[in-house]
């Protein structure tokens, strides 16, 4: 099995960050009690002022199947009010990879 990187495109209400950030720690821990095959995940903001959710997954599929159930989690379901514009949602898979040992910010291993 190939490691799956899930994108999401979207864009936020007007005043939606300080709750977009203060909600995510529990929306994150909900989405992977749910789906435990959720690797990681780093939510980015871009120059444009857009954001790009960037989500691993142990496979493709277990990726796409959380995607299709994802409106199941309260706390995602929740969270996702914050969005005012979905710019889309992609899978892509991991045909080659590094980590370090010890990501910035963290205090474990991956």
Known sequence: MTMAIELARFTIHEGAED?????????????RRR????????????DDGGWLDVLVWRDR???EEAARLVDTV???REWF????????LRHVEVMDSWVADVLPGT????
């Open 35 to 46: 789906f435990p095959a959720c690797l990681a995940a780093f939510l980015t903001k871009e």
């Open 81 to 88: 009010r914050h969005i005012a514009e979905s710019g889309g």
């Open 61 to 63: 599929e277990q990726a």
């Open 74 to 76: 309260p706390e995602c």
């Open 19 to 31: 709750k977009l950030l203060a909600e995510r720690p529990a929306m994150i821990d909900a989405l």
């Open 107 to 110: 205090t474990t291993a991956p």
